[in-house]
């Protein structure tokens, strides 16, 4: 049986190897020309943590893991305003927590394609996804800019994130499935030996109203930086005049010195997106299915959008794995989607809970969420606490 896997993120690859592992051949097929070296500082917990453990990849993930002891809020001045330390925060997530660079996971997941068979999974970088059609031999895709060149498969399994095309190609236009959520997320890593040295092991927010700046010391000289903002432009289609760079300056000024330097080395282009969920009645239509952001974006409000990547791609993969004709492709799809629709759904009513909390609109709300963090140590008060923020910790 054959896979076309359009995405090399950390669910596409999960995906491909775990149908490699059964005796598939997969073709990935990643728009980026290399490895995506840019990225963000995310919290790995919930379903991706014991997925991972079974299908042999948390060993990977936890060597390039980095030490956070706490998440800290602070004021303009840098004084803390509210914290929690990391083992509390593993406690209420159920369990595991591991804090992982973006790029660091992928590379990881990457690397773990070496326990398949030699060959029988291959990843072609540069190769922009741009129209999917079917015909009797199955599912065929052709890549932008090789009009010539195209892949067949049994399967086309699309993982290619928020804005996929293979959702546009095959179920219709975006705007039919994004669920804007009133944001915008920026992320960028910066090379600032002062900062880095300063904020060792803790993860350090902003307790700021409509806007919040978040950093984390690197291994190098480096910070990870990423900023959240209140986006009225984004709900009504509006665009904000200037680069995203000028937009963070103009957005984030005023929110300390810390917060200054970042913005001084802010690349002109720093990844800057929308803040959204994707919402589909459907993510299986004859020989496709969507997997990880392209079918369910939870958006980092849920904080849990890699961990359903990998759990979803695994769980895929479990169910499409030992399919050996395409008689029992349909079945098995829908079969995966019954099954994990209900875990997404749940992480995506979490994500949109936690709005007001993660950016707080006012004096009152931004009181709550200093209430809330510090209620997590209060007995009994943790777990409704947990569930607030992070949803049904699926075991
Ligand atoms: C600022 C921020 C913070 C976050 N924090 C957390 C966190 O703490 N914890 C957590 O679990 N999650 C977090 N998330 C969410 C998490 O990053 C995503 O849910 C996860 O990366 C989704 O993985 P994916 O593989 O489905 O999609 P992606 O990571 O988006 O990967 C999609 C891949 O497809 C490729 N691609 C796109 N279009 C094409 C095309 N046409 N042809 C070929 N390739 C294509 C892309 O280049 C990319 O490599 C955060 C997200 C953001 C933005």
Known sequence: MKAVVVGAGIAGLV???????????????????????????????????????????????????????????????????????????????????????????????????????????????????????????????????????????????????????????????????????????????????????????????????????????????????????RDGAVSSGRQRPGTPRDRLRREFAGLGRAVDRLLELCPERPYDDVVAQIVMPGWQRARTVLVGDACGAVSLLAGQGGSLAIAGAALLGDILGPVASPDGISSALAEFERRWRPVVEEAQAAGRRAASSFLPSNRTQRFLRRWIIRATHLPGIDRLVARQIVGRIAK
């Not at 790029?103 to 060959?119: F, H, N, Q, T």
């Open 15 to 229: 995906a491909a190897r775990q149908l490699g592992l059964a005796g598939w051949d997969v073709e990935i097929l990643e728009k980026s020309a290399a490895p995506r070296p840019d990225g963000y500082m995310m919290d790995f917990f919930g379903p991706g943590v014991e997925a991972s453990e079974r299908i042999g990849l948390y060993r990977r993930l936890a060597a390039v893991a980095y030490h956070v002891e706490a998440a800290e809020y602070v004021d303009a001045a840098g004084r803390p305003t509210s914290s929690i330390d990391y083992d509390q925060f593993a406690r209420l997530a159920g369990g595991k927590v591991l804090s992982l660079l973006r790029p660091d996971m992928e590379r990881a997941a990457l690397a773990a394609l070496d326990d398949v068979a030699p060959g029988r999974v291959r990843v072609r970088y540069g190769a922009p996804v741009s129209r999917v059609w079917s015909d009797d031999d199955g599912v065929r895709v052709a890549v932008d800019g090789s009009p010539d060149v195209t892949f067949a498969a049994d399967v086309l399994v699309g993982a290619d994130g928020i804005h996929s095309a293979v959702r546009a190609q095959v179920f219709g236009p975006e705007e039919e499935y994004l669920r804007p959520l009133g944001m915008r997320a920026a992320a960028f890593i910066v090379t600032e030996p002062l900062l880095n040295a300063r904020f060792r092991n803790r993860f350090v927010l902003t307790d700021s109203i409509d806007r919040m700046a978040g950093l984390y010391s690197l291994r190098s000289d480096e910070v990870a930086a990423f900023m959240v903002y």
